[in-house]
């Protein structure tokens, strides 16, 4: 672990709440603005809190921030479930200019060096992260970035992603709804790069486990495979 990665553990932010957007099933995008320019890396996250709300269970929620660091505003995406938690509920009827604090940005889930080839593998929400990823490294023509995004019923950030992949030949996206299509996706990805690509691995923690014994048993080296688990899922 790098120092670097920890730099905005101890920064507290106070953002402006600017929208909520219900987008499919239970998803949904929330948008805030920092009062002034913050430095943080893709793929990093943030502890958010709700100030001057009260609400009952734990005060705070870890995101990954969506949005890459050259967007002027911040995105985060989040799924309710069936039984919306306090948070989330409270979060959801924030008014514009309202304020939303973010420890953070930190994270270690940022993007390793600049000549590696980039497999990303996300796991339903577990997207938010690699967006910021994606949108960092659109216009890098001179290795292969590849996403495979599984997810039941809907594949969040898909439509925006296509003209990425469209104005970029390096970019392929492969989009997959069971385990079984993940697994074949991910053994022709790993059999072409095998341990000279740094893997990219976000969401929930059960997840994660199964993604990497599948990269294990393709014998790609633990030193290259990045994990953003998504504890709390
Ligand atoms: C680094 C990181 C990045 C994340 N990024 C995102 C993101 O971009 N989008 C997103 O939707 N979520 C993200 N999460 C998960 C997020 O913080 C919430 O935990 C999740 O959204 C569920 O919140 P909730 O309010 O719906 O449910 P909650 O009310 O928090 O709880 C749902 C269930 O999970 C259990 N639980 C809660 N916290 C934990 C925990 N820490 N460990 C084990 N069990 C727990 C609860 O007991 C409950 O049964 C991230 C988490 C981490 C650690």
């Not at 989330?88 to 939303?100: D, F, L, S, V």
């Not at 022709?188 to 599948?214: D, M």
Request: hydrophobic fraction near 35%.
């Amino acid at each position: 672990m790098k120092i670097r990665y920890f730099k905005g553990l101890f920064k507290t932010h106070s953002m402006r709440f600017i929208s909520m957007e219900k987008v499919s099933g239970d998803y949904i995008l929330v948008k805030m603005q920092a009062p002034y320019p913050i430095e943080w890396e893709a793929g990093q996250h943030g502890a958010f809190t709700l100030p001057g709300k009260k609400f009952k269970g734990r005060p705070y929620r870890a995101f990954s921030l969506a949005s890459s660091p050259g967007e002027e505003t911040l995105l985060i995406a989040t799924r309710t479930g069936s039984t919306v938690s306090a948070f989330k509920q409270t979060m959801m009827k924030m008014q514009q200019g309202e304020t939303i604090k973010m420890r953070g940005p930190f994270g270690w889930f940022v993007v390793q060096d600049d000549t590696s080839p980039i497999v990303m593998l996300a796991q339903g929400v577990g997207i938010t992260p690699i967006r910021s990823l994606l949108y960092t490294l659109k216009d890098e023509t001179s290795r292969p970035i590849h996403l495979i995004h599984s997810a039941k019923d809907f594949h969040l950030f898909s439509d925006e992603f296509k003209q990425l992949e469209q104005k970029n030949p390096e970019i392929k996206l492969t989009y997959v709804s069971d385990r079984e299509e993940f697994k074949e996706a991910l053994t022709a990805v790993a059999s072409t790069y095998g341990s000279s690509a740094y893997y990219y691995v976000a969401g929930s923690f059960e997840a994660i486990r199964s993604i990497r014994s599948l990269l294990k048993g393709l014998k790609v080296k633990g030193k290259r495979i990045i994990y953003d688990p998504f504890f709390g899922y």
